[in-house]
């Protein structure tokens, strides 16, 4: 049976708010009780008091005083204090006091002073006042009383009024915390986008070093730390273009060399595929160190892309097939992309036995687009994909019997992020790996924003 989890949101910002919401609820609720115990308990037995108070004085009085001047004595009650007293009756229409906490604490601690008989009412007769019944001869128990306090006497303050104020201070507070938690994530916001834009070879603009001193102190390192590695990045690029460049010329010579040297043709065979090794490594050293950056973006068909490679490797005696859906149109760096297939294509051909068919692959999603390139050579475990992806790194088992750089998947990790996309090394089930890079699927038509139904096959197949 799976277990049901809490919606609870993964920002900060709304973590953060509703844990502060959650705490002004928790001190609320604490304060409801303090208020329930210090304030309404101590308050509710002083009313009972008094209003127990005036029924004793009152019952006194009217004892003591003689028949004949009771009627002045409930005159000067009623102009004075405001206070009636009237007889109980059978048929008297009464509304009972409300069903408040503090109401019916009243109630009873006035049943614990005047006895268990005693009645307490909101109205009488339509005339609205605190009601409590008594008795004012305690050997005439029948002779039962009502005695009329004015009700602000005891009804307690106005309550909607104090909820409305609390209401509105935790409403102001609410904002306050809103407002407090935006102000830190929105810096961190802005340094997870530039984060982002450094993993993807690019340098941010910097960012605004104000607010707090800890957040302006990460903002100023963050700058330093990015200038730093563009430094740093710019660096290497310039020595490595300029170590590659200067050993072409002297491998130039070495292939004159070879060539005049009059040795035999398997040994001039044998070193020129050493230089040409030799070569291809300088080129990657070079195709790493040039910046993509330069080259602008353009509408550019990846179909039509891949045919032209395919075309380019069945010349040279390569078996390569194209499988192409819904033919798009992107807005892409086009020798990047070449250059990346072209790195992929060359791993598949150098790591596969001979004669093995290589496969390009184009995908169109909704928001994706996958070019595949699918090769049944010995394949990647699992554990080693993304180191494969570091600069000058190999794999020490099936795939390490073949001199290389250990530039290919970096470059090609490189554009694919320099795209704002991916490259996974997938397994293929056939056997094999599958090389893919996934890029955004904003499909570009003539028309505009469109995504193309008809369909293209294109197959083209050499062999050597």
Partial sequence: MPRLRFPWPRTLLWRT???????????????????????????????????YSIVNLTRAALLASDATQR??????????????????????????????????????????????????????????????SFILDPYAPDDRYWLMIPAERVARGDVV???????AVALLSMIGAYLLVFGITRPLKALEQAARSVGRGELPP???????????????????????????????ALILAGVSHDLRTPLSRLRLGIEMSGASAADIAAMSTDIDDMDRVIKQFLDFARDAHSESSEPCEPGALLDELAERYARRGARISVSRHTSVTLNLRPQSIRRAVTNLIDNALRYCPPDTPIELRLDVQATQIFIDVVDQGPGIPADAVERLKRPFTRLESARSNVQGSGLGLAIVERIARLHEGALDLLPNPAGGLIARIQLPGKL?????????????????????
């Fill in 71 to 132: 009627t002045a004595l409930l005159q000067d009650l009623i102009h004075m204090e405001g206070i009636r007293v009237y007889p109980a009756e059978s048929t008297d229409q009464i509304v009972a006091a409300n069903e408040s906490a503090f109401m019916r604490g009243l109630a009873d601690e006035l049943r614990l002073r005047l006895g268990p008989s005693t009645i307490t009412a909101s109205s009488l007769e339509g005339q609205t006042g605190f009601y409590v």
């Fill in 444 to 464: 570009r038509h003539k028309a505009g924003l469109v995504r193309n139904p008809l369909t293209e096959q294109s197959t083209i197949i050499a062999r050597s």
């Fill in 161 to 167: 009024g104090w909820i409305g104020w609390g209401l």
């Fill in 206 to 236: 910097p960012l605004p070093e104000k607010g707090s001193r800890e957040m302006a102190a990460v903002a100023n390192a963050f700058n330093q730390m990015s200038r730093d590695l563009n430094q740093l990045e710019s660096d290497r």
């Fill in 17 to 51: 708010f509703l844990l502060i919401v959650l705490l002004m609820g928790l001190s609320l609720f604490a304060w409801f009780q303090i208020y329930q115990q210090f304030a309404i308990k101590p308050r509710t037995h002083q009313t009972a008091q008094m209003v």
